[in-house]
């Protein structure tokens, strides 16, 4: 419903921010990652997710789409609830989360306060997949997403290319080549193999 809410940081802490919106102040869940990289600056700038429930609404915010993307991914898996996903994102930065899945090591997601071997290893199995498919790490940025490959993607499909093929085009450069790769030199390669 909410995509980011853009205003006056009012107060922080590690569990939540309060964001004053043209007069109406926003009270987000927050994990210590987002806390950590969200700024003293007075402006500031959440992208959320809302959850609806019988006895409450809960707005989470996090630093950027990528984060909000893996607390999505966590919560489609039966047995983790929202507060279990901001814990997970609380206790290891959403890179060495995804990595973790990825990597089949349940052992890192056991080391997390309130998860077991059972609920480790139902995120793995049921997120395994998706991680790999949807999300390439980058080191350098910090994000899950890697916004070059995105922006090419987007422009190849324009270009009329079929999007499967452009992605499998541009995994393969991004393994060969590395993700430091500027949008430009991604469609260049892509155009050269396509």
Do not use: W
Request: with cysteine; aromatic share 6%.
């Amino acid at each position: 419903m909410y995509e980011y809410i853009k205003g006056r940081l009012v107060e922080k802490n590690p569990a939540y921010a309060v964001i004053d919106c043209n007069g109406v102040a926003f009270y987000l869940n927050i994990s210590v990652y987002t806390y950590s990289r969200l700024g003293d600056d007075e402006n500031c700038l959440l992208y959320t997710h809302l959850v609806v429930r019988e006895d409450a609404h809960m707005l989470f915010g996090f630093i950027d789409t990528g984060e909000r993307d893996l607390f999505r991914h966590l919560i489609s898996v039966s047995g983790v609830g929202v507060s279990t996903a901001r814990i997970i994102l609380s206790s290891l930065n959403p890179m060495e989360v995804a990595q973790a899945i990825v990597d089949g090591n349940a052992p890192v997601l056991q080391r997390i306060k309130g998860i077991g071997s059972k609920t480790a290893e139902r995120i793995i199995i049921d997120l395994k997949n998706k991680l790999s498919r949807h999300l390439i790490p980058s080191e350098k940025s910090g994000v899950l997403h890697n916004t070059n490959r995105e922006e090419a993607l987007s422009a190849l499909s324009i270009l009329g290319f079929p999007k499967v093929l452009a992605e499998k085009v541009l995994s393969k450069i991004i393994e060969a080549e590395g993700s430091g790769l500027s949008v430009e030199q991604l469609i260049k390669q892509a155009l050269r193999m396509l």
